[in-house]
């Protein structure tokens, strides 16, 4: 995953409360930390959303050509 992206894991499942949904589930926050994208829920929508953030962030096809780690937050 490239280095601009950074996924947030949340173990206490707030973001499901909050928005209402199942897991696994996906928002995207703009740099504003605004929602810029989402709820999205299920793993192929999940997928479809970070396939396009990758291609948009990196002008790259999938995740198999960026190798690179990341930190991961967590929402508490």
Known sequence: MPKSITP????KFAAMH????????A???????L???GPVRGA???SDVMDQLIEE???AEGPDEHSEQNT???IS
């Open 8 to 11: 947030l894991i949340d173990p």
């Open 18 to 25: 909050a928005f209402g949904r199942g897991t696994p589930l």
């Open 27 to 33: 928002v995207v926050l703009g740099s504003d930390g």
């Open 35 to 37: 929602l810029a994208g």
């Open 44 to 46: 192929s929508d999940v």
């Open 57 to 59: 962030f990196t002008g």
């Open 72 to 74: 991961t937050g967590q």
